[in-house]
T-cell receptor, first 112, second 109 residues
Framework: EPEVTQTPSHQVTQMGQEVILRCVPI?????FYWYRQILGQKVEFLVS????????KSEIFDDQFSVERPDGSNFTLKIRSTKLEDSAMYFC??????????FGAGTRLSVL | KNEVEQSPQNLTAQEGEFITINCSYS?????LHWLQQHPGGGIVSLFM???GKKKHGRLIATINIQEKHSSLHITASHPRDSAVYIC???????????FGPGTSLSVIP
């Protein structure tokens, strides 16, 4: 069965460093998302992406965050200058028209 | 006030029991999702519905749009059903999906 793939599974970085979280959505899906979950808290929406542009973003998704779909298969989330409070599990998801969301296994980001 | 509320927050059941998890929301929606988050953290979509009722195996999801309420039922519960069950709403089709706080279910043999 097709699946959403995220790499790395765990990323450790120093505060102030840039990180790129990578996702390969399911082929032929049209809608792409990043969510995050701080330990012990609920899942929070970050951004949705469709037709090569951001369709909606949350208040969390400030100028430090950016997304890209550079080559038609990868979907990346970049955090320019990480803060301690960016430590969380980051989930990528994709979907096709009329379908449920398909989630990757997540990347655990630890900012030291 | 949270846009999506769930009850109960925590639930412990004996194997074989019928389980109901409730979700209420305060905004207009295009669809409602039920998801399962495993102890390891992975998230799996169970249902997406905008009206009526859906069934998959031992799981049944219902929604009442007028009352802004949905329920997830699990029949003949099993220890492998132990997980966090999350209700999430989609206000505009294919954009932001707002997650509820989740219901932690533990099914005891």
């Amino acid at each position: 069965e097709p699946e959403v793939t995220q790499t790395p599974s765990h990323q450790v970085t120093q505060m102030g460093q840039e990180v790129i979280l990578r996702c390969v959505p399911i082929s032929n899906h049209l809608y792409f998302y990043w969510y995050r979950q701080i330990l012990g808290q609920k899942v929070e929406f970050l951004v949705s992406f469709y037709n090569n542009e951001i369709s909606e973003k949350s208040e969390i998704f400030d100028d430090q965050f950016s997304v890209e779909r550079p080559d038609g298969s990868n979907f990346t989330l970049k955090i320019r200058s990480t803060k301690l409070e960016d430590s969380a599990m980051y989930f990528c998801a994709s979907r096709d028209t009329g379908t449920v969301l398909y989630f990757g296994a997540g990347t655990r980001l630890s900012v030291l | 006030k949270n846009e999506v509320e769930q009850s109960p927050q925590n639930l412990t059941a004996q194997e074989g029991e019928f389980i109901t998890i409730n979700c209420s929301y305060s905004v207009g929606i295009s669809a409602l999702h039920w998801l399962q988050q495993h102890p390891g953290g992975g998230i799996v979509s169970l249902f997406m519905l905008s009206s009526g009722k859906k069934k998959h195996g031992r799981l049944i999801a219902t929604i009442n749009i007028q009352e802004k309420h949905s329920s997830l039922h699990i029949t003949a519960s099993h220890p492998r059903d132990s997980a966090v069950y999350i209700c999430a709403v989609e206000k505009t089709s294919y954009d932001k999906v707002i997650f509820g706080p989740g219901t932690s279910l533990s099914v005891i043999p």
